[in-house]
């Protein structure tokens, strides 16, 4: 490169940096409406959002960043960083420019509408709400992906969440992992073992489990302190402006600590992912984790892999004991296999380890049947049903625990859902990897010492931010494309054990 | 008005809301770095405020903006608050305009090492250290009043905070003022009548000091949780992102709670006030208080006239007696002595209702100097200490406790001072004409009923935003133009009973 270019370089990083700092804003105006807010300012609020959101989308699609895409898309020796950077800022540019504006900006109306009427449908148990502005994202999703040239809808709206990933790759990894946890599901309501977990409910006060959850967090490498933060929200998320202000949130039941516990693990995982994103990719746009999917994987890696093991309680279950008297005569075995209890049911997020892929494996079926397939929209809340009859063994008895349990649809988010599955096996193949290469992290994790486990992730996953692609990242970190194989050998061991099956 | 200026006035509502966005969205960065933000996170949130800064000084300052003056300068029927938003943003326009733009960004370089700078000389007690800087600011601020066009500088830098203000009419007002309390702290020091509030230390966690202020907020009309919040920081302070999301702040002292008490309800006064401002003034450049003296008289009124006389606590100390072992033998009487204990110190912040104007005279007295005179600023520190030992009988022994005290010379902030005393003026005066329109205002207090109070205030304050310069405000409300005599009369009634002088 020359010395143009890199002057250049330089340039559109202050520039790129303008869109961080009103993202950045934009998500802390969020954050804040989740979890301090005051309830009446919700509108004003909206509007403010609105209004960042529209500078952000001027900076995005402006003739100067076309420019900025036609002259490097000019040049032939750019460095791989650049390389990625420019890919990423011609995909936002693309995205939103192959859009009439009128009808970008009739979607942001659309949605609003069809958030509210999905609230209003749920909390009526009524399908025929949602039903017309369900229609109308479908058609929009449609619309859109066609603008941006993909033949096969789905594959442009996967292509947002999880860069490269296609409908015919999914169907091969998805319709491995379907084949398979049926089946096991079958082994272990065939088998003599039989575990519960209701033994676990109990009376534990909000500030002792804000206690043990920030040891945890502490433990694990997420820093809540100096780079971070923990909060309490209706539901828990992660969010970061930069990666020295990272915050996870939570939220605490008095009748059982798994939820804040669990939910505090996964979003560390995703908190460790963004604070270890390096500085030197600030105003990149590449500073970020790679995919959603590879975002997953870190933060199930730390909630099941590590969070749910037995390696893992065997150091902290001690604490939990002291603290808690209700676990004061159950032993480490049954405590495990107590936040291992596998039981079908009807909604994702209560799910166990086990089960929740299916979940997610209904909702890309019917992803793929709506978004590329001429479905009667009345048949829909009906296949939902079947479907989890069929995998689950279970049946919603009406639309708020069947086809209107998920926000994500109301919101016109298609293709979103199989990332989170995706998280699962790209963490368990990473996590084949780690095992190889530190040998001894059973071990390790026994005796509460998770750093070099942490570390190893930071220089195999977290240090590259997204300047590869999903299916280029995993196959350098492993040397493999990405395969469900090791999922399910994770999933047949463990449950395999737990249940004798 | 005719219908194409009507339009334009809606026109110019939408650009002016833009500029509202960005103020509240760098309002709530700003609020959230002071009570939340990871400490490591703020050379990147310097970088957001400062993005966001400049996108809104390019829209106040901007071509389009000075066509929509322009335009409205040559309508002649302009009604009163269509007039009152011109001027406002005219002002705005001419404060960053008549400055070169390469001064204005220096000014903001040179402030953030001046305030870096202020707080290495604090901490060694070292003026000399400051020194340069302060010159620096001192220079800058007389420069950027003569771009104004002010003959008398200082006139310049006051009608910043406090527009149509003068020297002239502040060396009036605060002189009157001045000889009564100098003459009045002698009346107390000659009387037999001693009074102490040492008594009042104890023991009083946050949780019940928390409990205790928001009963009083709640009561007295700050709405702390559907339009407001208490939150925690090092300085107490309000703010505000619209009129549905104000934010108070104030700290918690285990060993006292007068801190956090008396600070609650002089943030709840100007919480109050921006909650009362009236939704149509949104987007209009006039929806937040007349003036800081304005806002200064109503945190002001509520905190001392209300807050520390004896109607108030005849109502809520009962429950501080409860609630508080360490006040159980103290009785009423005692308790209100205790909590206006006149004793003149060095320290602005501590200073007692009486001495406080006192603290703002200096501080005045220097600014002019410093602005509109020649002043050796090696003489600065000596100065300083001269008046604290004239006026108030105390001196000084290092700088930390004289000339460096404040940080409000380190940021560039000179004419700010004034306004604190000059709420004791307009809150006085506003006092008592609305004593004359509830005679039974004590009794009201007395027995907790604080709306029709704060119902005065938000029908003859509030609900004018910035509509009215203060002065026009004060003669609105009150008949007169604004006079020292009502603080003086009010200062004289209650201290002189007190120290039975």
Known sequence: MNEITIAKIEELKEYLKKIEYLGSS??????????????????????????????????????????????????DDLDQLTKAMIENIEKDYNLA????????????????????????????????????????????????????????????????????????????????????????????????????????KGNYSVESQRKLGEAILGQIGYDYERKGRIDVSEHPFTTNFGNKDVRITTKYEPSDFRPAIFSLIHEGGHGIYEQNIPNELEGTSLASGASMGMHESQ???????????????????????????????????????????????????????????????????????????????????????????????????????????????????????????????????????????????NQKINSGDFSSITKWLNENVHQYGSIFKPAELIKKITGEELSAKYFIEYLNDKFGQIYDC
Chains 1, 2 share one sequence.
């Open 299 to 441: 933060s199930r890696f730390y909630e099941n892999i590590l969070g749910k093991s037995l390696a893992f309680w065997r150091y902290f279950y001690p604490e939990f004991q002291q603290t808690y008297k209700e676990l004061e005569r159950v032993d480490l075995i049954s405590f495990y296999k107590a936040i291992n209890c596998v039981e079908p049911s009807l909604i994702r997020i209560d799910a166990d380890e086990l089960t929740y892929s299916l979940h997610i494996i209904i909702r890309y079926e019917m992803e793929k049947l709506l978004i590329n397939s001429d479905i009667d929209i009345d048949d829909v809340p009906k296949l939902w049903n079947e479907k989890y009859k069929e995998y689950l063994g279970v049946e919603p008895q009406n639309d708020a625990e069947g086809i209107l349990q998920d926000v994500h649809w109301s919101g016109g988010d298609f293709g979103y859902f199989p990332t989170y599955a995706l998280g699962n096996l790209y963490g368990s193949q990473i996590f084949n990897k780690l095992k190889e290469e530190i040998p001894d992290w």
């Open 97 to 200: 420019t192959k859009i009439p504006e009128a009808e970008y900006v009739q979607f942001e109306i659309d949605k609003a509408l069809s958030q509210s009427a999905w609230e209003e449908a749920k909390s009526k148990n009524d399908f025929s709400i949602f039903k017309p502005h369900l229609a109308k994202m479908i058609a929009t999703n449609k619309k859109f992906s066609e603008y941006w040239g993909f033949i096969n809808k789905y594959d442009g709206l996967l292509d947002i969440y999880e860069p490269g990933m296609t409908t015919e790759r999914l169907d091969g990894l998805f319709g491995e992992l379907k084949g398979f946890i049926v089946d096991l599901l079958q082994r272990i309501k065939n088998s003599n073992m039989k575990t519960s977990d209701t033994f676990l």
């Open 26 to 75: 934009i998500s802390l105006l969020h954050w804040d409406s989740l979890v301090y807010m005051p309830k009446e300012a919700i509108e004003y609020r909206s509007e403010m959002i609105g209004y960042l959101t529209g500078e952000s989308y001027k900076l995005t699609t402006s003739a100067e960043m076309k420019e900025f895409i036609d002259y490097f898309n000019g040049i």
